[in-house]
Nanobody
Framework: VQLQASGGGLVQAGGSLRLSCAASGSVSRMSVMGWYRQAPGKQRELVARIISGGTANYVDSVKGRFTISRDNARNTVYLQMNSLKSEDTAVYYC????????WGEGTLVTVSS
């Protein structure tokens, strides 16, 4: 499975960004897809993940601001990020899990205060 992420960039605090990640190869609709992030000097953390049926969970710090969704027909997962804060600045990694983890290349999100 290969993952291609896009959508990162520079945004002012309070702004919005939308990340996309398209999976290709032997993709299973039973997979779990999600986003992790790693800020400078910190460990990688789960931001949000979603199963094929649409059930999602989020890290507490993004609840009410971020929304994860997936398009099973396009094998794509999205992360809509609203009300961005400087502490959201990180490299965001797309993740696909089905028996093992697959990772996309990170996309940098920078939120200026």
């Amino acid at each position: 499975v290969q993952l291609q992420a896009s959508g990162g960039g520079l945004v002012q605090a309070g702004g919005s960004l939308r990340l996309s990640c398209a999976a290709s190869g032997s993709v299973s609709r039973m997979s779990v897809m999600g986003w992790y992030r790693q800020a400078p000097g910190k460990q990688r953390e789960l931001v949000a993940r979603i199963i094929s049926g649409g059930t999602a969970n989020y890290v507490d710090s993004v609840k009410g601001r971020f929304t994860i969704s997936r398009d099973n027909a396009r094998n794509t997962v999205y992360l809509q990020m609203n009300s961005l804060k400087s502490e959201d600045t990180a490299v965001y990694y797309c993740n696909y899990y089905f028996g093992r983890d697959y990772w996309g290349e990170g996309t940098l999100v920078t939120v200026s205060s």
